[in-house]
């Protein structure tokens, strides 16, 4: 969609809106208006184009202000007649003509069809006290019953959060006219914010304004939570890009975490598979994944908004000991919710939560597992809004958590980058594999690829026993849409909305859904799935032993596993996201091929 940024008016501000990738300024000549110009507009810079806003203007003015003012087009936001039109382009055939209607709840459509054919666009507007500058809404569903061969323009109190109710449009418009919502000051743009604007509306695959990746997302959370999740979701932007705190976070990932993670060029995958392999080093990280990445921006968020108290759920521990770990690093008070059963199953890791000073709850209602130990955390949050900070570990929950653990595992794909440029000199692959239990290492691993669609991203998950029998964890081949840890998103569930319970050999995959961002990933078929039996993930690991002498965590070896279901051309340069070591997992590796 195309944007018009309508209202200008002060020299310096014009200036640097036309830095921005606009297509259209409106700059209004109504002596009634409080954005009205009364000088010389500066010479325009940039490739938009000038339009002038004139309500009722007699013809001759009108004129005059094109010539004076060097304008592209014209919007007639009062009551002109066509034949002004018509007049308007025979004088300047190239003039672009809008023509505006303020929308009532009971507008007629048919108003617009005398000037079919003489506007370029027509402009719909809310219908208000004064001819536009109104900021507020019209009922936009009133333009489905609208149709036209003249493209439209939707105007009247678009904001941020419009986003991703614009997205929704069924009768798309071609361009957005924005103006009161995006000042700072009566007729001052807030250039930031704008910027914001635009970035949101031209992506595809990142979240909107309320946390939706296209259907998926969002926040759907009982209302007790409500003010917890908006205020973390008004303060998190803001706070990590705070100079103090991007300076602790990447301290902290470089002394504590010991990144970056080396990209390492494997020969022997290389020649094996005929296509360039790398592997993305995440098994080097201070408790052998990427899993810390998240829990240390987490854990710095949470010091900041002054909290005492960090709450988690976990299934096979392992976030668990990485919130743990910060915790302790951080000198705060740290709760681990686990099932009842799966404590029994993971013994080590309670015990590394204990010793690391947490205390670790069983969850004794249900299944005794995953879901129930988030029900727990979730009624912990309820009790204790004010002191307690959430730590959720992947790219699932209410909004913000996905987007946001999204950032904080960025880091993957910003070293692929720059290791790829000094290892290949390009910085970019063609193809990215990663494993996705909830999809956070497959996040950060994809992040910075995945608006360009040259870079395939290759998700995998865990068939289980066989995504078409009952022992299987692959969400979505067999997943359908609903709503899982406050997420709209797709999840294995009963026909009556029940969570199936799912199976994996590799205790991090076995998850019944998947993060909002890989639903859509999946949906838009940006991203390509596979599902990894247990018998492939198993073989992939053990080859990786023999060949690179890395023992990889049976999570990563479910990513390894595909690159024996492609075809690749030999120069091609292919990321595999080594999401952690296989030292967790020995016990299974054991029973598996009897060492
Ligand atoms: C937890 C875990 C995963 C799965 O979680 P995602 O959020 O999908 O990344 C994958 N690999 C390892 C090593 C893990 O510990």
Request: some cysteine; aromatic content about 10%; proline content about 4%.
């Amino acid at each position: 969609m195309k944007i018009k940024v309508c209202g200008m008016r002060n020299p310096d501000n014009i200036e640097d809106i036309s830095q921005l990738d606009i297509q259209f300024m409106g700059h209004i000549f109504y002596e009634k208006s409080v954005r009205n110009v009364t000088q010389k507009l500066p010479e325009k810079n940039g490739s938009h184009k000038r339009i002038g806003v004139f309500v009722n203007a007699p013809y001759e003015q009108i004129l005059e202000t094109v010539y004076f003012q060097s304008l592209d087009g014209v919007q007639l936001h009062g009551n002109e007649e066509v034949a002004l039109l018509k007049k308007l382009h025979s004088a300047f055939p190239n003039l672009i003509l809008i023509k505006t209607f303020s929308i009532t709840a009971n507008f007629n459509f048919e108003e617009t069809l005398p000037y079919e054919g003489f506007a370029e666009y027509f402009l719909f507007d809310t219908h208000g006290l004064h001819p536009g500058g109104n900021g507020i809404t019209f009922n936009w569903e009133l333009l489905d019953q609208w149709q036209s061969r003249t493209p439209y323009i939707l105007s009247g109190g678009i904001a941020m959060q419009h986003t991703h109710a614009i997205k929704q449009l069924k009768n798309k418009p071609d361009v957005l006219d924005i103006n009161s919502k995006f000042e700072s000051s009566a007729g001052i743009k807030n250039t930031a914010l704008i910027q914001q604007f635009i970035q949101e509306m031209k992506s595809k695959y990142s979240a909107d304004e309320a946390g939706f990746y296209g259907e998926f997302g969002g926040a759907f959370v009982p209302e007790m939570l409500y003010p917890n999740v908006q205020s973390l979701k008004e303060s998190y932007k803001k706070l990590i890009q705070e100079p103090s705190f991007q300076e602790d976070y990447k301290k902290l990932l470089q002394d504590y975490v010991g990144r970056p993670t080396p990209l390492y060029f494997s020969k022997r995958l290389s020649a094996q598979y005929g296509a360039k392999i790398y592997l993305k080093r995440e098994d080097l990280c201070h408790t052998g994944a990427h899993k810390i990445n998240n829990t240390i921006g987490q854990i710095l968020l949470a010091q900041r908004l002054g909290k005492k108290r960090i709450i988690a759920e976990t299934g096979a521990g392992q976030h668990g000991v990485a919130t743990a770990t910060v915790c302790a690093l951080m000198g705060l008070e740290c709760v681990v919710y686990m099932g009842e059963i799966d404590m029994a199953r993971q013994a080590p890791n309670v015990a590394r939560m204990k010793m690391l000073g947490a205390t670790v709850k069983p969850a004794t209602s249900g299944s005794k597992t995953l879901k129930d130990a988030t029900n727990e955390a979730i009624r912990d949050w309820i009790a204790n809004p004010t002191d307690t900070f959430y730590i959720i570990g992947s790219v699932v929950g209410p909004a913000p958590y996905p987007e946001m653990v999204a950032e904080f595992q960025s880091v993957i794909s910003e070293e692929i980058k720059k290791q790829l440029l000094e290892q290949e000199q390009r910085n970019t692959p063609d193809y990215v594999i990663a494993c996705v239990g909830g999809g956070s290492n497959a996040a950060g691993a994809f992040y910075h690829f995945i608006e360009d669609e040259s870079v395939q991203l290759i998700a995998a998950e865990a068939g289980g026993l066989g995504a078409d029998t009952a022992h299987t964890a692959a969400t979505t081949f067999r997943g359908t849409v609903g709503v899982i840890h406050g997420s709209k998103t797709l999840l294995m569930q009963t026909e009556d909305g029940q969570i199936t319970e799912p199976y994996s050999i590799s205790a991090g995959l076995d998850y019944p859904g998947v993060g909002p961002l890989h639903a859509h990933l999946f949906q838009t078929k940006r991203a390509k799935f596979f599902s990894i039996n247990d018998d492939e993930a198993l073989a992939a690991g053990l080859n990786l032993c023999k060949k690179d002498g890395i023992i990889p965590a049976i999570e990563s070896s479910h990513a390894l596993a595909v690159l024996e279901k492609m075809t690749f051309k030999k120069e091609d340069v292919v990321v595999v996201n080594l999401s952690g070591r296989g030292d967790k997992d020995l016990e299974t590796y054991i029973n598996y091929f009897g060492f």
